[in-house]
């Protein structure tokens, strides 16, 4: 074997228990309480947690065109520090936006160069490239990303709801899922409008332009949609218990919906938005403690399926101003989602099992993007993709720590329980204490393969 862990706490859907855990040709070859032998490097786990390894599916690394926002060396160095070693890119902010093969191909060529982590790449459902779809799809494309409102990048226009019928008419027969960021373009508009005509541009006005109504509106909308097409559809960055009822009634009559939520819904309410400012503007805007805890009941109820980042970071001089309504909307949180989730659910008020964070931020990921036979669980036969968790005293989010181009985020002096401190990918070590490793090395992937 190449590489044996031992001892650790290897957490798995039936719970945690020390393991050995031995690793060949980048796969896990055997579990076992005491794996007899050696390999030619063993590791001592021992008080240390091992989880599979986090498969975000929702980032913004805005390569090629727009690497001063980001970029796909800075992100997946993040990615890789927070204990992911699997995301998936969404289609707008580079420039092109891929909405077509070529798109695709020109990021996947930047992607296997410059990524550290694994990656799959969603391809756009827009007005103007319906008959793109197919040939996305057979590039490769995990599946379509759709707006109902704007998505503030001139090239990636919504999807009217129109074009979403023909578009998840489409899907359906690629057997692809349509992701879908769900608010109404009507009432966010109308109110946007309003607020500015009438000078109202706090972060306050803007949080109150986007009311839970128009999330409402939109997945219901979708939900109908779902029903009259048969296309797999998931929700983006649900802010609202409210939503994820809908989506788990409309579930249980059979429709192929999945919902996720991102950290800073669960982490972070509209009084955080207005304190720390434009670090945690984004849409849906955070919401009220009320509807907070509506969602994390959702979630302790297993109703929400997943858990990404949304990760869509911007250079500071589009984070400033005081007109909220012009400034960048997007959170940089893909380095501390995992973690801080993990120390979260440590918690007295929002206490789930170990296992539970697995399933929310690897396992089910991996099933409902077809990966499950080689991402997301740590069994034998699936790759060795790794996240080694320390649970301490707690460290603090401190920025001289951040890897990403732009050193802000909104969980800058959270304290940290649950710290990553050694990522793998396909058994080789990408991020270890504080230090990222080796060359990147990333891969694409595809559905079902």
């Known amino acids: 074997m190449d590489l044996v862990l031992r001892q650790g706490k290897v957490v798995t859907p039936a719970g945690s228990a020390v393991r050995d855990i031995g690793i060949a040709e980048g796969r896990i070859v055997e579990i076992a309480e005491s794996i007899r032998g ?8 021992r008080d240390l947690y091992v989880f599979p390894g986090a498969v975000d599916i929702h980032v913004h690394l805005n390569e090629p065109g727009r690497e001063d926002w980001e970029g796909l060396t800075t992100g997946t160095n993040a990615l890789a520090a927070g204990g992911v070693t699997t995301f ?10 891929v ?12 992607a ?40 503030g990048v001139a090239d990636f226009p919504r999807a009217d709801t129109g074009t979403l019928l023909e578009g998840m008419k489409i899907a359906a027969e690629l057997g692809r899922v349509v992701a879908v960021h769900a608010e109404n373009e ?61 989506i788990t009634d409309a579930r249980e009559q059979g429709a192929d919906l999945t919902c996720e939520t991102c950290p800073h819904y669960l982490l972070l309410t509209d009084a955080d938005a207005e ?71 440590g918690s007295d008020v929002h206490r789930l099992p170990m296992e539970r964070v697995a399933a929310l931020f690897a396992g089910n990921p991996a099933v409902r993007f077809g990966l499950g036979a ?11 993709d790794l996240a080694i968790v320390a649970h301490s005293e707690g460290h603090v989010i401190v920025r001289d720590n951040l890897c990403y181009r732009h050193p802000q985020t909104p969980y800058l002096g959270r304290r940290l329980h649950a710290e990553i401190v050694r990522t793998l990918v396909r058994g080789q070590t990408v991020f270890m204490n504080g230090e990222l490793i080796g060359a990147p090395a990333g891969r694409l992937v595809r559905p079902g393969e």
């Open 374 to 384: 080689h991402k997301g669980a740590l069994e034998v036969g699936r790759d060795a």
């Open 99 to 110: 909405l077509d093969v070529p798109a695709f191909e020109a990021k996947r060529a930047l």
């Open 275 to 345: 304190r720390l400012g434009a670090v945690a503007k984004c849409a849906p805007p955070l919401r009220s403690r009320g509807e907070q805890a509506g969602l994390w009941q959702k979630v302790l109820e297993g109703e929400v399926d997943l858990i990404a980042s949304d990760h869509s970071p911007a250079p500071p001089s589009m984070k400033e101003g005081a007109d909220y309504f012009k400034i960048w909307g997007g959170i940089s949180g893909a380095q501390h989602g995992f973690p801080l989730v993990l120390t979260e659910s």
């Open 38 to 45: 050696s390999g030619a490097e063993e590791l001592d786990l």
């Open 186 to 246: 009507s009432i966010t508009a109308a109110l946007g409008r309003r607020a500015v005509a009438e000078g109202r541009v706090s972060m306050r006005d803007y949080l109150e332009s986007r009311p839970v109504i128009a999330e409402v509106e939109a997945v219901q909308r979708v939900i109908l949609l779902a029903w009259e097409t048969g296309c797999p559809v998931h929700f983006v960055h649900i802010s609202t218990g409210r939503a994820v009822q809908m």
């Open 112 to 151: 296997e160069q410059k990524s550290r982590c694994d990656f799959g790449l969603w391809g756009g459902l827009t007005p103007s490239n319906l008959e793109q779809l197919p040939a996305l799809a057979g590039a490769g494309a995990v599946g379509f990303k759709a707006f109902m409102s704007s998505s």
């Open 88 to 97: 998936f890119d969404m289609p707008l902010n580079s420039t092109p936006s």
